[in-house]
C-alpha cells in the first residue's frame, strides 16, 4: 500500500527527473519534446502541497489522502494517525 508521503515523494521527483531529461542534450530530440509536453501539466510541488493542505483542511471529502504536505519524503505529522474500522461480529 502506498501511503501519501511516498506518493507525494513519487510525484516531486518525477517532475525533477523529467526536468533533468529536458536539460540533457544527450537525450534525444524526442523523448526531451515527450518530457516537455508531460511536464506543461504535470503538477509541481506547490500544487502537490495545496492539494495536501486542502485535504487535511476536510478529510471528510477523501476516502484516502492522495498527497501528504511534506515534499521531501518524509512523512507529514500533520495528518491523524489511521483510524481502524470496527465489524460487528
Avoid: C, I
Amino acid at each position: 500500500m502506498t501511503l501519501p508521503y511516498e506518493r507525494t515523494w513519487a510525484v516531486v521527483e518525477t517532475r525533477r527527473f523529467l526536468t533533468e531529461v529536458l536539460a540533457n542534450r544527450r537525450v534525444p530530440a524526442a523523448v526531451r519534446e515527450q518530457a516537455r509536453t508531460l511536464l506543461r501539466h504535470y503538477p509541481g510541488p506547490s500544487d502537490v502541497f495545496n492539494a495536501a493542505w486542502q485535504a487535511l483542511a476536510d478529510p471528510r471529502l477523501v476516502l484516502e489522502p492522495v498527497f501528504d504536505m511534506s515534499t521531501d519524503g518524509s512523512p507529514s505529522p500533520n495528518w491523524p494517525k489511521p483510524r481502524v474500522l470496527r465489524t460487528s461480529k
